[in-house]
């Protein structure tokens, strides 16, 4: 059954207030729900019965105004509850019968490692109790919590705690009100034998925020980074955004099983463990920097989410675009903008292309879904951060603010659309952002193709931009985009070369934001005595594929020219993939372009260039990216290919790399900076380099590392370099004492189980079917199932894509495994399968027979139905 935003109606009744009291014990959780109801004076004709959303409940009773309503006055449907002549003011109280301690999707009411704790965003509210369980139903809530206090010493919800007492038999409660009217899916509430870590933070206007962590005895340690991070968060936006914080209280809890990364609830922000829990010993900087963003965004999602919400889930990306915006700024400000930029650029090219180009493409705003919870996408969130990201450019610094402010200050305490967003930008600047928005309208990735032309005799550089937006599933002939197009002229000696659009015009910027409105424009530089190496889409201003008949010359000259940090990083990007590309078919004995070798060598020799950039532009591109850069892909060719030029590079640089490696050691303390972050990176990749040509000296160098590092980045760095190597003892024996060093910490054993089945030398399948029976392995818990089947069809490409097809088979049985006890999980975990039209027809065919395999499960969740069946057509 599929829904559409055509068929958007305004609720036929709101809620102003809901009073809910939680019965928590060992066999289940009794729910008494009382809601404050009247028919919405702005819904049109006659409202009909009162239509509650609800799954998996245990009704028990319903009453009306205090009167238990007979069964004749309603309708139990399970997934609806109708209550029929309602009058146009009520009190209705649903008393509900739930067992968190079975729920094993982990939407609603569930149990993590002993606590209750919830997760509601989108439909998990009506896994709690009977509820009008949409965003535009914002009311105010008041939750009393009971539970034995033994057990549950803590008991949270959303708010200011405004009672709290005993009760017999040894039972407590406490009481938490929320002043802020929310929709539902910002529910909230976590019991728990927990510890509080506190902190404080003094608001732009001098109030006192009472900041708390609650995690479990054994993490205390692990707490300091992401509060410093929520402090950090809290101040950049009052500086950056005006938004202040606006209850008493901001609390953390971090939970062990969590289907996503985090959650936003209003007041009490719930926590992927691995999201959010870091010591020195035990997080990579990786894992820090993600921290810190999510930590950030989840924050952020006070103003941009909760304090203005969506009217529908079609709006998804109104709060998500615009948050993961939000927290790349911040990210960029507290680290190197250019890695940051750099990052986020490769997952969109990587991941959300990919994604534009398969059968489950979908504009930023849909305009149609199945299941609501399979729109939690790279398009909504990456994408439409990179559409708020271009209005951003487009407005400038200034306006883009005021255009903010005005969002928030009009839509304030209101559930909206992305529409209103873009109307507020429009209005406070003054700007037409109409054709813009086919940016929420319009799937697929625009393609720019990019020619040029060099009049001597006349000093003119001509450049035409042609662009086109692919056919994506149900949408056909699309209408040209408004692109923003960032450019700059490099001259011979990489001097920046005025970009004079009119013979006569003084003005003669080194770089401008062209604006594409039209299918085809023609742009003529004048005043040109050389012809220019253009340098485009800097800053990967709009996302975009760019098609520009680059030479290998160009691409070593913009490598080492280019002022724009982001476009040298991508012209070593482009030549590496021409390099490996060119080398898909050819003899094992065919050349590799040698100027390669002294490309990375300028970059590996000159300590003056800026570290953090240079440990970026010594990442080959994935295989994943050379995936999806090709047509009709062979995955084991790739591979062989990428390890080719590795090994090649390598062998020719030795002693440099040897010399890099010794540079970056020395005892100094740890710390975050992206200097000190670039370092440990550069050392680790030199390892691995050296590693995977079997270097000895490199190995010692290597084992050493391993065993005196004093941060998980640099033994992970080590480890990883020993698992991808040919060295199967020191493999073998780092691995096993890896294991023994952290096996009581999971996210250490995470990271484990990941670098294994993440690698073609550690994770071949019946690797891979060992560490599903590790005794550490649970099938309950995401981030062990991620560690593992995830990583392995995620980044270990050769052995998942085996020519024999066994990998795809392995997947499509984990994923009829998972179907039964989390739709969710099973429906990401499939996304591998669903790309087989990317791929060789030997490869395709074998990935369709896998995926026909699940559409063929009984009983197959409307999560992971939706994906096969789409791609299945696609
Ligand atoms: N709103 C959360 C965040 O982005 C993610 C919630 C995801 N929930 C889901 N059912 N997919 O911060
Ligand atoms: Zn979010």
């Not at 100027?595 to 990375?600: C, H, M, Q």
Request: hydrophobic residues 40%; proline residues 5%; contains cysteine.
């Amino acid at each position: 059954q599929t829904i559409y935003l055509e068929e958007y109606r305004v609720p036929q009744y709101l809620v102003e207030h809901v009073d809910l009291r939680f019965e928590l014990f060992e066999d289940g959780a009794r729910v008494h729900n009382t809601l404050t109801i009247q028919r919405n004076p702005a819904a049109d004709g006659n409202p009909g019965p009162l239509e509650l959303d609800g799954d998996s409940l245990r009704l028990e009773s319903v009453a009306l105004d205090g009167e238990q309503l007979p069964a004749s006055r309603y309708e139990d449907e399970g997934s609806k509850l109708r209550v029929k002549d309602v009058p146009a003011r009520f009190e209705l109280t649903v008393v509900t019968w739930i067992e968190p301690q079975n729920n094993t999707r982990l939407e609603g009411l569930y149990k993590s490692s002993g606590m209750f704790c919830t997760q509601c965003e989108a439909e998990g509210f009506r896994c709690i109790t009977y509820y009008p369980d949409r965003p535009d139903v914002m009311a105010r809530f008041r939750t009393r919590v009971e539970a034995d206090k033994a057990a549950y010493p803590v008991l949270l919800s959303n708010g200011n705690p405004v009672a709290q007492g005993e009760l017999d038999d040894g039972r407590h409660f406490v009481t938490w009100e929320d002043p802020f009217p929310k929709p539902s899916y910002l529910f909230a509430l976590v019991a728990g034998d927990l510890v509080e870590k506190k902190d404080r933070f003094t608001t732009c206007s001098g109030r006192e925020i009472d900041l708390r962590m609650y995690v479990e005895p054994r993490n205390v340690h692990k707490c300091d980074f992401a509060m410093d991070a929520l402090k950090r968060s809290m101040r950049w936006d009052e500086d950056v955004y005006g938004r202040e914080y606006d209850l008493d209280i901001f609390m953390i809890v971090a939970v062990d099983d969590f289907n996503m990364g985090a959650m936003e609830n209003k007041g009490l922000n719930i926590f992927n463990s691995s999201c959010v829990l870091a010591s020195q010993d035990t997080a990579t900087d990786a894992t820090f920097q993600r921290i810190e963003a999510i930590v950030a965004h989840e924050y952020f999602h006070n103003w941009s989410g909760n304090r203005v919400t969506c009217r529908d889930w079609f709006q998804l990306s109104l709060k998500e675009g615009f948050t993961v915006f939000r927290d790349a700024q911040f990210s960029a400000d507290m680290g190197s903008p250019t890695v940051k930029r750099i990052e986020d650029a490769t997952l969109l090219r990587t991941a959300q292309f990919a994604e534009d180009a398969g059968p489950m493409a979908h504009p930023v705003r849909p305009a149609s879904y199945m299941e609501i919870s399979n729109f939690y996408t790279l398009t909504i969130y990456e994408k439409g951060a990179e559409v708020v990201r271009m209005i951003h450019n487009l407005l400038g610094e200034t306006l883009f603010r005021k255009g903010s402010d005005l969002y928030f200050e009009r839509h304030d305490g209101q559930a909206v659309t992305t529409d209103d967003f873009v109307r507020a930008m429009e209005d406070a600047s003054g700007r037409d952002l109409s054709q813009f928005r086919l940016w929420y309208q319009q799937a697929g990735t625009p393609v720019l193709t990019v020619q040029d032309d060099y009049d001597q005799a006349e000093g003119i550089y001509r450049l035409t931009i042609r662009q086109a937006v692919p056919d994506t599933p149900g949408q056909t002939d699309k209408q040209p985009q408004h692109i923003p197009f960032a450019l700059g002229l490099l001259g011979s000696e990489g001097q920046p070369l005025p970009l004079r659009l009119q013979s006569e015009s003084p003005e003669a910027p080194q770089e401008r934001v062209l604006e594409l409105t039209r299918a085809e424009h023609c742009f003529e530089f004048h005043g040109l005595t050389e012809r220019p190496v253009p340098s485009l889409l800097r800053g990967f201003s709009a996302p975009v594929r760019v098609h520009y008949p680059w030479t290998r010359e160009q691409l070593l000259f913009l490598m080492s020219h280019d002022p724009d940090g982001f476009n040298r990083w991508d012209a070593g990007q482009r030549l590496a993939v021409d390099v490996i590309q060119s080398l898909l078919g050819a003899a094992d004995d065919a050349e590799i372009e040698p100027r390669l070798v002294e490309a990375y060598r300028a970059l590996l020799q000159d300590p003056s260039l800026d570290q953090a950039l240079v440990a970026k532009m010594l990442q080959l591109p994935s295989e994943a990216y050379l995936i999806e850069l090709s047509d009709s892909a062979d995955p084991a060719a790739i591979h062989r290919s990428r390890d080719r030029v590795l090994a090649y590079l390598a062998e020719n640089l030795r002693d440099d790399l040897m010399a890099c490696y010794r540079r970056q050691t020395g005892t100094v303390d740890y710390e975050l900076t992206p200097e000190a972050i670039a370092q440990r990176s550069l050392k680790s990749t030199a390892l691995g380099w050296l590693l995977h040509i079997g270097d000895e000296p490199a190995l010692e160098l290597a084992k050493a590392q391993y065993a005196e590092a004093d941060n998980m980045t640099d033994r992970l760095g080590a480890l990883r370099a020993l698992v991808n190597s040919d060295f199967q003892q020191a493999r073998t024996e780092a691995l096993a004492s890896f294991y023994q060093r952290y096996s009581e910490d999971p996210q250490v054993v995470e990271l484990w189980f990941s670098v294994q089945a993440g690698s073609d030398r550690a994770g071949q399948l019946p690797q891979v079917q060992q560490l599903l029976a590790h005794p550490a392995f649970d099938w309950k818990n995401p981030n062990k199932v991620r560690s593992v089947v995830g990583a392995f069809a995620g980044q270990n490409l050769a052995a998942f894509h085996n020519p024999d097809g066994s990998g795809y088979e392995f997947l499509a049985e984990q994923v009829c495994r998972l179907d039964d006890s989390n739709p969710q999980i099973a429906s990401r975990l499939v996304a591998p399968l669903t790309r087989w039209k990317k791929f060789a027809p030997n490869y395709s065919t074998q990935m369709r027979t896998a995926l026909e395999r699940v559409r063929d499960k009984p009983a197959l969740s409307r999560d992971v139905y939706e994906v096969v069946h789409k791609s299945l057509a696609g």
